[in-house]
């Protein structure tokens, strides 16, 4: 028997040593007829060079079938972590996997200590979900089982991330003012040290361009806060009392714009529609009115990472990048009057 010190030889070594990707090395090791036969006859020859021998647990890897994926998250008190989480549980549940899941709390030594946790429990996958959409660093490409970046993208372009659609976000926001008639649009948003600001308001910009119209003022930029939405909402009507429309960076700032349409005695929404983001039930049904909000689908993006993960353990090629979830529009009282 082998003493436990003896370094057990992987897939991914046998990958590197051909030169290809883990995904194409598991085709080619398997006899999936993808791979082009000189491709084939590489691996074979790094498998043979390397005494690689697949065990049982490997190949139950590679078809997915075994048991459990790690979910190494940033913020697990965020309120975007959760829905992602519900997402990919869902879709691991289906498949009778379950997930082991670690908060490393903005930390990156405690990050680290979570992953050699997780890896040394021989997880199948990792799911990365980070607390905001600006870019993080990569894990590494090293990692002995298919990683997927979700939230907050990983900042190597050969590591595949899913991230909420911003910019699609902020034009469906104005798309759907201007179908209400809304011609006199503002726009207050939170943190520009954060993508997600600046990504919706690029949104709302194409938005109003596409439709031929000009933002009313400037782009307000502060937190991400009832009483930002407030105040800015009154310096707005202030410099410009004939707005039609804001659009509100986040549903916590709308809720702010809404207390002060109301206290300047205009009306929500026959004079002044409000639109926010994240659609954040605490914040869009308990409104007055009810908050239109547009939705990142963020359980969407996390059932999507958890497909990923599968795709990946069952030897299909990943594409590496960025690629985007599209939001939805959800309607209620603050844009569209009740019948």
Request: with cysteine; net charge negative; aromatic share 4%.
């Amino acid at each position: 028997m082998a003493g436990t010190d003896a370094k057990v030889v992987t897939l991914s070594d046998v990958a590197r040593l051909a030169g290809v990707s883990v995904a194409t090395a598991s085709k080619a090791l398997n006899g999936r007829s993808q791979v082009a036969a000189r491709t084939r006859a590489r691996v074979e020859a790094a498998a043979e060079q390397l005494s690689f021998v697949p065990n049982r647990m490997a190949q139950g890897l590679l078809a997915g079938r075994t048991g459990t994926v790690g979910l190494l998250t940033s913020d697990l008190q965020g309120r975007f972590v959760i829905p992602i989480l519900m997402g990919a549980e869902d879709a691991f549940g289906a498949g009778r996997v379950s997930v082991f899941l670690c908060d490393a709390r903005e930390d990156t030594i405690r990050e680290q200590h979570h992953l050699q946790a997780l890896l040394s429990r021989r997880v199948d996958g990792l799911i990365v979900v980070g607390s905001r959409t600006d870019p993080r660093p990569t894990l590494g490409s090293d990692l002995p089982v298919p990683v997927v970046y979700v939230y907050a993208p990983s900042d190597d372009p050969a590591d595949v991330s899913l991230v909420p659609d911003n910019v699609a976000a902020g034009r469906l926001a104005v798309e759907h003012l201007v179908a209400c008639g809304r011609r006199r649009i503002a726009h207050v948003s939170g943190d520009p040290g954060y993508d997600a600001a600046l990504d919706r308001g690029k949104g709302v910009a194409e938005g109003l361009a596409a439709a031929g119209l000009e933002l009313v003022g400037d782009s307000m930029y502060a937190d991400w806060s009832e009483r930002w939405g407030r105040d800015a909402t009154a310096v707005l009507l202030d410099r410009h009392p004939d707005i039609d429309a804001v659009v509100c960076g986040s549903d916590q700032i709308a809720r702010g714009a809404l207390d002060t349409v109301r206290d300047r005695g205009r009306v929500v929404p026959d004079d002044v529609a409000v639109i926010g983001f994240d659609n954040w039930e605490p914040m869009v049904e308990h409104s007055r009115p009810e908050l239109t909000s547009i939705d990142p689908n963020l359980e969407l993006l996390g059932r999507a990472a958890a497909q990923r993960v599968f795709a990946a353990l069952a030897g299909d090629e990943q594409v590496g990048g960025i690629h985007h979830q599209a939001p939805r529009l959800v309607i209620r009282g603050s844009t569209v009057p009740r019948s």
